[in-house]
């Protein structure tokens, strides 16, 4: 006889969600309760079904813990109105820590929410038709698409289905609403709240985030290969005809397990654009009946595809999809970043790209951002679309404006011309400390000096001109895309970083790990040697993410997604 198999032991998120699917928990009575000043650990992690993550300020924990909540918005393709993204820079001053921060996937981060603000906040961005629902947790992310109107006449129809996909996606259940619109705690004595299961996510929602964007080729500004699902941009004859299908990207990681690791999507094949929301249902689906609900380190979409293999994948997706994909059509991606400055867009009218350091939208002394680009969006109206690198574009500007438009910025320290170094204007660094409690390292607060020693280096070595892709991150979760960059600092220990290098300007190869964990007083000094031996052996106009992976890596390539 045979021995009954053990069952497997499920993550402790598995538990909570199958025995409170309208995802409210103790929400609505942690609120009401004017004497507590934090949420159970239970509720924090219903908070990121709603958006917000339970935080405390780790500069203070040596005093007390000091809590507070960063609310993520919720903006498919970046795109926001004027009207909205004046009601986000009045609640950032009003509740959070007075700055705005660009997300890598086109979203606003708030810093620095108190409990006892929390409700009014979330009921006065609602009231402006803005969203902060699976904006976090285990659910379909925020949909990215490429926001920048000068790449293709097709970017609106684009972000339209952005938008449409995101509503599709979202999550049922009532207890948003109830909770932070109504301000009422969600009646479980009803049928439809006892009883809820979610259409799409089911009872116990998706093993683990799952993330999908559009991407225009050649501009690859969305890094559309470290998404769980992507669709690549055809078009024939000026008509947006469908999308080539990726699958199983991501970056996260944790040190010393190799069962997790980055990993770059797959081509899966072409799909016609009307069948675009039965194949992203299909995917995910794929997603939360094969995802892996015991270890949630190795529950992303990229584990299921690395396991059991593209043509598995390809055949179950047919299957639930109820159509035989296609052959992928050819396309190609030759850099990724942002179009900064002015530029003209496809109807004529222009749009201008600013840099933001670290995505972070402040005033400092002699370079007030945040209050610059409020007087001219209040002034102008534009459009306001946030980018996959963390940076600002105001859209839809007439030409008569731009010249208003510069001497306002410049009133607040800010150039229309973005005056930065070329490796300042591509680099990009996660919040890291003192707010995120996964950071084991320093990363936004570090790399503005941090740059300035690199710009000092460049100078030195001659190479000021050049454009080098530096990503930093303080663990190695990658939210700012570490795994892609040429150079890359990814935290290991206070004031310890692992050096990766060997990522492309397309973004379609993976780096490697080129130290394993090297002290921050150190850094400069590793990469003085690393571009020593580049300009002494590169071939002719070789970039030094290129030449990393042709000069110090075996014959095994970077895994890479062309």
């Known amino acids: 006889m045979i021995a009954a198999a053990e069952p497997l032991k499920l993550s402790r998120n598995e538990g909570l969600k199958a025995n409170n699917t309208h995802l409210a928990g103790t929400i609505g009575q942690t609120l009401a309760d004017t004497a507590a000043d934090h949420f159970s650990d239970d509720d924090y992690e219903f908070l990121k079904f709603h958006g917000i993550y339970q935080q405390d300020d780790r500069d203070k924990r040596k005093v007390a813990k000091h809590y507070m909540l960063m609310v993520r918005t919720k903006f498919p393709g970046g795109v926001l109105s004027a009207k909205q993204y004046l009601v986000c820079d009045d609640l950032a001053t009003r509740y959070a820590n007075d700055t705005l921060r660009i997300t890598t996937r086109q979203d606003f981060q708030f810093h620095g929410i108190l409990k006892s603000n929390v409700r009014q906040y979330m009921k006065s961005l ?138 770059l999507a797959d081509v899966i094949g072409f799909v016609t654009a009307e069948t675009l929301e039965t194949a992203t249902k299909a995917v995910i689906s794929i997603h939360r009946d094969f995802g892996d609900r015991t270890n949630r380190k190795h529950a992303r979409l990229k584990y299921v595809i690395q396991e059991r293999g593209v043509d598995w994948f390809r055949a179950e997706f047919e299957q639930r999809a109820g159509f035989k994909i296609q052959p992928a059509r050819e396309f190609k991606f030759t850099k990724q970043g942002d179009l900064l400055g002015w530029h003209r867009q496809t109807n004529g009218n222009y749009f201008l790209g600013l840099f933001v350091e670290n995505g972070r939208i402040r005033n400092a002394a002699d370079y007030q951002l945040k209050a610059g680009l409020r007087q001219v969006i209040e002034r102008f109206t534009p459009e306001v679309r946030l980018t996959a690198s963390q940076n ?171």
């Open 126 to 263: 609602n009231e402006a038709l803005m969203t902060t629902i699976a904006a976090c947790g285990d659910v379909e992310r925020n949909v990215m698409a490429p926001p920048t109107p000068a790449t293709s006449p097709l970017v609106d129809q684009v972000l339209g289905e952005a938008r449409r996909l995101s509503e599709a996606l979202a999550p049922k259940t009532r207890a948003y609403h109830t909770i932070w619109i109504e301000g009422k705690e969600l009646d479980l004595k009803t049928d439809e709240n006892s009883n809820f299961v979610d259409p799409l996510y089911g009872k116990t929602y998706l093993p683990r985030k799952f993330k999908t964007a559009f991407a225009f080729p050649p501009l690859n500004d969305i890094d559309i290969f470290t998404n769980d699902l992507g669709f690549i941009v055809i078009s024939e004859n000026g008509k947006l005809v469908g999308y080539n299908l990726i699958a199983g990207g991501g970056m996260g990681m944790s040190h010393g397990n190799a069962q997790t690791f980055p990993r």
């Open 392 to 562: 600002l574009l105001l859209v839809d500007v007439k030409p008569e404006h731009r010249g208003e438009i510069d001497r306002l910025l410049l009133e607040h320290g800010v150039s229309a011309e973005n005056p930065f170094s070329r490796t300042r204007l591509a680099s990009m660094a996660c919040p890291a400390l003192p707010t995120c409690g996964l950071a084991l390292a320093e990363s936004e607060r570090m790399m503005p000096e941090f740059l300035t020693r690199i710009e000092a280096l460049l100078a030195e070595l001659g190479m000021q001109q050049e454009e080098l892709i530096i990503r930093m991150t303080g663990c190695p979760n990658g939210c700012a895309r570490p795994y892609m960059a040429e150079i890359a600092f990814v935290g290991k220990a206070p004031n310890k970083y692992q050096i990766y290098l060997g990522g492309n300007e397309p973004s379609t190869r993976l780096n490697r790990i080129y130290k394993e964990s090297v002290k921050t007083d150190d850094l400069i000094a590793e990469l003085r040697m690393i571009l020593k031996r580049y300009l002494s052996e590169k071939s002719e106009g070789e970039r030094v993410g290129d030449f990393c992976a042709r000069v110090l890596w075996d014959e095994t390539p970077a895994q890479s997604a062309v």
